[in-house]
């Protein structure tokens, strides 16, 4: 990193970086309170809250949002006349899943072979925790040129919207030029990267019945239709034979013409195994963020330990399609389970039931700030030109900010890249990348402030 003293100031504050993030990592902050205390949540609101306060921030407020968690907000007014940029990350984690295959605790930063282990290190309390460094680099050289705005939202993981429905009925409260998502990612360690469209989602929820009860398989196996048997049909019917999604009336067939992404790069970073082959057609770029993917992400039956041999009366699952920018998700919904009625075979009794939506989100890269964070993408990762790639991923609250302020420009960056593992075991961040990210910020403040 080419020495500047914004570059020089966040070096010097790495350790009370680490420092901050060690803290902010311990609370189990996790939104599902049947799982997790509330409790943990709140703590790391407050502590959140108490950053900013330490900042100067005012107006710092816990906002109590519908579904029943807290956002953290405040403002730091900037010079008379200033643009406002909104900066977001989220302090809520995904579940750690299984503690015991964790290297190490996942509420315990832990620092191994030049990463730092953790659930949120990288999903995004380090978001939070890149936002508070770009901020004091400003401060210490010359101050901070924009009045910035903070939003930390407390349920993201979860999908539940709260912050959406929130700033739908107080939108003046967010109103910015520009917004920055600290919630996205590099496409690869030290390449610096925009993340420029997020692929829109629904969730579906699927029940096939054929029986009044579970039938003795063999008694009635062979004639009675197996509800298990009449839902693998309808999963299966959602692929082609090379992986493609297949879902009727949804098209397939569009091409990502920006950042591509090679297959052995692909296949290590999804660590597929050895003999396995890809699914899909066209390029990965394609297949990940420009084209629709269905995803069976559980199903109710019996388990293989304890099953008896019976004829199942009924099965759920639950069903995740992937939609990209240009594709209503609310048409995707209807098409899908208009498809998963069309084929489930036997006259099998089935009912669909949509539990969760977001629409795509498409960014215009042609804006000011694109070129105020090009350069200082650039500045910050000296060599290295900002990259344009897409998310498979879905953040809705893009579409409601876009919604309510059409005239502000949107950016995704962020510290999620592929060796990140976020959402798994063992989630780390690289310190180079918050290093140089909340370099790229506060360098980026500046020469918007300038544009």
Request: net charge negative; charged share 20%; glycine share 10%.
């Amino acid at each position: 990193m080419s020495p500047n003293p914004i570059a020089e100031t966040v070096a010097s504050l790495m350790p009370k970086a680490k420092a901050e993030l060690t803290e902010l990592v311990a609370f189990k902050s996790v939104a599902d309170f049947d799982q997790f205390p509330r409790s943990e949540s709140e703590a790391a609101a407050n502590w959140v809250a108490d950053a900013l306060r330490a900042e100067g921030f005012q107006d710092v407020a816990l906002l109590d949002t519908p579904d029943g968690t807290q956002s953290v907000y405040g403002v730091l007014p900037g010079p008379e006349g200033a643009p406002t940029v909104l900066l977001y990350a989220h302090y809520d984690v995904q579940p750690p899943l299984d503690e015991a295959a964790w290297t190490t605790p996942p509420f315990e930063l832990t620092e191994r072979e030049g990463r730092w282990y953790g659930r949120g290190t990288a999903d995004c309390k380090g978001g939070v925790v890149m936002n508070l460094l770009a901020l004091r680099a400003l401060k210490a050289n010359g101050g901070v040129p924009v009045t910035v705005k903070v939003i930390a939202e407390g349920s993201e993981e979860m999908g539940t919207g709260g912050l959406e429905r929130y700033a739908e009925q107080h939108p003046e409260l967010l109103t910015a030029d520009t917004i920055v998502i600290g919630d996205a990612g590099n496409f690869r360690v030290g390449l610096p990267t925009v993340t420029a469209t997020l692929r829109g989602m629904t969730l579906v929820r699927v029940r096939v019945d054929t029986l009044g009860g579970n039938l003795h398989s063999g008694q009635f196996g062979g004639a009675a239709p197996d509800a298990l048997a009449a839902l693998v049909r309808v999963l299966d019917s959602l692929r082609a034979e090379d992986g493609s999604t297949t879902v009727d009336g949804l098209t397939g067939d569009e091409v990502w013409d920006g950042l591509q992404y090679e297959e052995d790069a692909f296949r290590k970073d999804a660590k597929v195994l050895d003999g396995v082959q890809l699914i899909g057609a066209g390029t990965v770029a394609d297949r990940i963020w420009a084209r629709p993917a269905v995803t069976v992400l559980g199903i109710d039956c019996p388990p293989v330990v304890g099953a008896t041999p019976s004829v199942q009366a009924g099965a759920r699952a639950l069903i995740s399609l992937r939609v990209p920018p240009g594709v209503d998700a609310a048409e995707a919904t209807k098409l899908l389970q208009a498809h998963v009625e069309t084929h489930t075979p036997w006259g099998a009794q089935v009912t669909t039931e949509q539990i969760g939506q977001g629409q795509a989100f498409r960014a215009d890269t042609t804006s000011p700030a694109y070129a105020a964070m090009a350069e200082a993408m650039g500045e910050a990762y000296p060599g290295e030109e900002m990259q344009y790639a897409g998310q498979g991923g879905s953040i809705p609250l893009c579409n409601t900010l876009a919604a309510l302020y059409p005239q502000a420009e949107i950016l995704l960056i962020g510290l999620s890249e592929p060796e990140a593992q976020i959402h798994a075991v063992n989630e780390s961040v690289s310190p180079e990348e918050l290093e140089r990210l909340s370099v790229a910020e506060a360098l980026f403040l500046q020469k918007y402030a300038a544009s």
